[in-house]
């Protein structure tokens, strides 16, 4: 089964920038939407960047602007770029398909501090 690994979290000021990457097993990311979630503690998780596999792109509204998600096919990676980050973004970052239909990897964690 293809599984899922995330990496390129961090402790980051208010402001910085990180780069998070998800490396799969298997070649998924051209049929399949893929997406990164994200959850913090005491909260659900939720979707917060979408890329389909025909290239549309959707963020939700607390990300909208900062955040940039991307894939390399040929690398089986698919990537979120986060600027201008916020203390509230601080949580464990998954990717995934969309829906979440892969066993979920241990995440990556990312901590802003204010």
């Known amino acids: 089964q293809v599984q899922l690994v995330e990496s390129g979290g961090g402790l980051v000021q208010a402001g910085g920038s990180l780069r998070l990457s998800c490396a799969a097993s298997?070649?998924?990311?051209?049929?399949?939407?893929m997406g990164w979630y994200r959850q913090a503690p005491g909260k659900q998780r939720e979707l917060v960047a979408a890329l389909t596999r025909d290239g549309a792109i959707n963020y939700a509204d607390s990300v909208q602007g900062r955040f940039t998600i991307s894939r390399d096919n040929a690398k089986n990676t698919v990537f979120l770029q986060m600027n201008s980050l916020k203390p509230e973004d601080t949580a464990n970052y998954y990717c995934?398909?969309?829906?979440?239909?892969?066993?979920w990897g241990q995440g990556t964690q990312v901590t802003v501090s204010s």
């Open positions: 995934n398909t969309i829906p979440g239909k892969l066993p």
């Open positions: 298997g070649s998924i990311f051209s049929i399949n939407s």
